[in-house]
């Protein structure tokens, strides 16, 4: 089946550093990418939509600055959590669209000390 | 019994007993419904889904139902087991290529 490989499934980091999270379509082309930010005990909230060769859609309250997206080819998107402060700590997911349906990736947990 | 609170609503059931999951949404515009299981620390895994053209459908084990008129979706898994043990969200999508949207979920404890 279609699989979104994200990554990397943890990090730690300090406050202001700014870290980079990595999802892939490994044997699809995924045109759209969705960023989803889940905190402890709550649902998945969509962040925004990253769309290859273009400039991302970012849902509202969702500062662009802060959460860079770039997805500069097919199979490739990534988020960028710039100047990271304790409050960013939470669980990114991605998701994408393959023929059918739609695949996660796994996730990964930012801890921001 | 099910409690909702400040945290996620919980559902426990016995081992071997049906479970019934519910899940309200509110876009009418919604033509796609999924249910995902999520376990700790990963990310959403599916389960069964069921596009609005449709009231019934079922899996190994799962039914969802959907009631467009009340706009309300249910997910029923048979013979609970103890791996059921996780969170379910329902999620909709508008029509075309669009995000999927989440509520709240449900988190399903099982009991031995």
């Known amino acids: 089946g279609a699989v979104v490989s994200q990554h990397p499934s943890w990090v730690i980091c300090k406050s202001g550093t700014s870290v980079k999270i990595e999802c892939r379509s490994l044997?699809?082309?995924?045109?759209?990418m969705f960023w989803y930010r889940q905190f402890p005990k709550q649902s998945l909230m969509l962040m925004a939509t990253s769309n290859e060769g273009s400039k991302a859609t970012y849902e509202q309250g969702v500062e662009k600055d802060k959460f860079l997206i770039n997805h500069a080819s097919l199979t490739l998107s990534t988020l960028t959590v710039t100047s990271a402060h304790p409050e960013d700590s939470s669980f990114y997911i991605c998701s994408a669209r393959p023929h059918y349906g739609y695949t996660f990736g796994s996730g990964t947990r930012l801890t921001v000390v | 019994g099910e409690s909702v609170g400040l945290h996620l609503p919980t559902l426990s059931v016995q081992e071997g007993d049906n479970s019934i999951i519910n899940c309200a949404y509110s876009?009418?515009?919604?033509?796609?419904f999924i249910w995902y299981k999520q376990e700790s620390g990963k990310g959403p895994q599916f389960i069964i889904d069921i596009r609005s053209n449709m009231d019934k459908r079922q899996g190994q084990r799962v039914t969802v139902l959907l009631n467009k008129t009340v706009k309300h979706l249910s997910l029923q898994i048979a013979a609970t087991q103890p791996g059921d043990s996780a969170v379910y969200f329902c999620?909709?999508?508008?029509?075309?290529?669009?995000?999927?949207?989440f509520g709240k979920g449900t988190r399903l404890s099982v009991i031995a």
């Open positions: 999620a909709e999508r508008e029509e075309g290529n669009t995000p999927l949207v």
């Open positions: 044997d699809f082309q995924a045109t759209t």
């Open positions: 876009n009418s515009a919604s033509d796609y």
